[in-house]
């Protein structure tokens, strides 16, 4: 690999802070936990599709940011003193999405991964400023494309399937359309694969697979990074939704061992969210995506595990313990279990739907959505905060947004988001409608609705629709072991049937004893971010106390 261009192109410039250069003062701070050394040009220091474990900060030289996708390398950035090399992935185990060379020869300061917890200890400001770095690496590498490459047909269900994993997971990747990009037969070639074999996974330039499942894609890129996961625990929490995430910091850091297992993706459908704005403590707002990714380094530096894809299939009582299958056919035995599992989008009841969705119909608005909106205008269906939210995201990347809703939007829509809807004169409301017919072949042309009051049709021009219609619990896999409601919501504490205020267990407990409930998959639970949050840690009180009372 060569960097002789890259000597010729500027530094990079720092850019929504993800990528500031240390002070002094930061440098030696983190020296006393690392060592410096010399580099020589052309020295490979993070290797794309390989784990790194050291923490690089550039002392003298500069260094080139390169993703050599097939052979033919792309320079994404060139950095030079005092800044640190790495994304988010860094501290979550990933594998790299980029290699990092030495374009001039210099000297770096190499930190073992393991002691940067203790280096930055002591300095929230520089533990703080490396975090925010990282996170807007990370989505500046899902926005540029860069990471591995999805091949496919985008009629294909399991090219949907891998997309949705990806994006659900905030991977970066390209996805490269055998109907429509022109690039996909030229790259086939050159590896050696038909068309018939795809979907295909192509990973650091050379390495195929072959339609694999998620959870091949996700050894993969290392997003299960547990060298030996744990088959028993104290606390197996079912679902990474911020519940999940929040009672696997509190029960961690505390010292119980926990398993954190989730079908999809940590942050739930909280992560799909492209701003955040009432959470206490983020006055800016903060994304779903950017949430999560912090509550799971939290979640890790307190020894806490995390299992994706891990599908919940069932829950037996047996000796004393609880046992959670897994699809996988592996199960983890535990003293105590939090059910987190959180909601599902409900899907939008039109005929034909099922044809577009997957690349024209949405139950997520994320960068990777708002990429594959082109310039045509796109429709929201939904009336809360997530299709607000999600209205306004859009907005920024697409010339029109039409927001169609049942009712008027102040009947759950908060007050703030209604007012920033108003003001944006991309967004249109259509109050009072409903979505009556999809009409286009391969693709979406346009959306038919209704107007309820006076009857009248309205057509949609657009080439996506995104739906946020409510949800459903996700609690299948429960019936029959624990006390459900009428809509599947898991019943707790005073809410169980048959009990009374001296009988009733406490608050966050299921009908099993040792088995609790926190978030939106609770019956009666506030669908707020805050609430799941508090009651996920609330939920290790309880199972705490369930511990204590108990002989092991």
């Known amino acids: 690999m060569t960097?002789?261009?890259a000597q010729r192109l500027p530094e990079t410039p720092d850019l929504l802070g993800a990528f500031p250069r240390l002070s002094d003062e930061q440098i030696v701070t983190l020296g006393e936990h690392g060592m410096?050394?010399?580099v020589a040009i052309d020295e490979v220091l993070i290797q794309e599709g390989e784990p790194c474990d050291e923490f690089f900060v550039i002392l003298r030289g500069r260094v080139a940011v390169i993703e050599d996708f097939g052979g033919e390398p792309r320079i994404v950035r060139v950095h030079g003193r005092r800044r640190f090399l790495g994304e988010i992935g860094l501290l979550k185990g990933e594998a790299a999405f980029v290699t990092s060379v030495t374009c001039e020869a210099g000297e770096v300061l190499s930190i073992p991964l393991e002691n940067l917890p203790a280096a930055t200890a002591h300095d929230p400001v520089l533990s703080d400023l490396i975090l925010r770095a990282y996170l807007v690496r990370r989505s500046l590498l899902v926005g540029a494309g860069a990471g591995f490459r999805i091949i496919g047909s985008s009629y294909s269900p399991d090219s949907r399937r891998l997309r949705e994993f990806a994006a659900r997971n905030r991977l970066p990747f390209r996805w490269i359309d055998l109907e429509k990009d022109q690039q996909a037969e030229t790259l086939l070639n050159r590896l050696g694969i038909e068309?018939?074999?795809t979907p295909v996974v192509i990973w650091a330039g050379?390495?195929?697979?072959?339609?694999p499942s998620n959870a091949e894609l996700a050894k993969l890129v290392g997003l299960d990074t547990v060298d030996s996961p744990r088959t028993t625990c104290d606390l197996a929490i079912v679902g990474a939704g911020p519940a999940g995430l929040a009672a696997a910091v509190y029960a961690a850091s505390d010292g119980l061992r926990t398993v954190v297992v989730d079908a999809i993706a940590a942050g739930g459908q909280a992560s799909t969210s492209p701003r955040i704005e009432n959470y206490l403590g983020f006055p800016a707002g903060v994304s779903g995506s950017e949430l999560a990714d912090r509550a799971v380094v939290q979640a890790r530096k307190f020894g806490a595990q995390l299992r994706v894809p891990a599908q919940a299939t069932g829950l037996t009582h047996i000796d004393g313990r609880y046992v959670v299958r897994l699809e996988n056919g592996s199960a983890l035995t535990s003293r105590?279990?939090?059910?987190?599992?959180?909601?599902r989008y409900r899907r939008l009841d039109v005929a034909g739907i099922e044809r577009f969705e997957g690349t024209c119909v949405h139950y997520a608005a994320t960068q990777h959505e708002a990429r594959v909106c082109g310039p045509e205008p796109v429709a929201v269906v939904g009336g809360g905060n997530s299709a607000g939210q999600a209205a306004l995201f859009l907005a920024d990347h697409v010339p029109r947004v039409y927001l169609v809703s049942r009712d008027e939007l102040s009947q759950d829509m908060s007050r703030y988001v209604i007012a920033q809807i108003e003001a944006n004169p991309r967004i249109q409301v259509l109050p009072h409608c409903e979505v009556r017919e999809l009409a286009g072949n391969t693709a979406l042309r346009s959306v038919l609705v209704q107007d309820t009051l006076d009857e009248q049709y309205i057509?949609?021009?657009?080439?996506n629709l995104f739906v946020f219609i409510?949800?459903?619990p996700h609690t299948s896999w429960l019936a029959g072991t624990i006390e459900l409601d009428d809509r599947g919501y898991v019943l707790a504490g005073r809410d169980l049937p048959d009990t009374s205020a001296s009988r009733a267990p406490p608050g966050l407990e299921t009908s099993c004893r040792g088995v609790f409930v926190a978030g939106d998959v609770r019956a009666g639970s506030v669908k707020r971010v805050a609430a799941a949050?508090?009651?996920g840690a609330m939920a290790v009180r309880l199972v705490f106390d369930h511990l204590i009372g108990r002989s092991d």
């Open 195 to 197: 068309p018939s074999d």
């Open 36 to 38: 410096h050394r010399s």
């Open 533 to 535: 949050v508090g009651e």
């Open 3 to 5: 960097t002789t261009y």
């Open 459 to 463: 057509q949609l021009d657009v080439g």
């Open 336 to 343: 105590a279990v939090l059910i987190a599992t959180g909601v």
């Open 470 to 472: 409510g949800a459903e």
């Open 206 to 211: 050379h390495q195929v697979l072959r339609n």
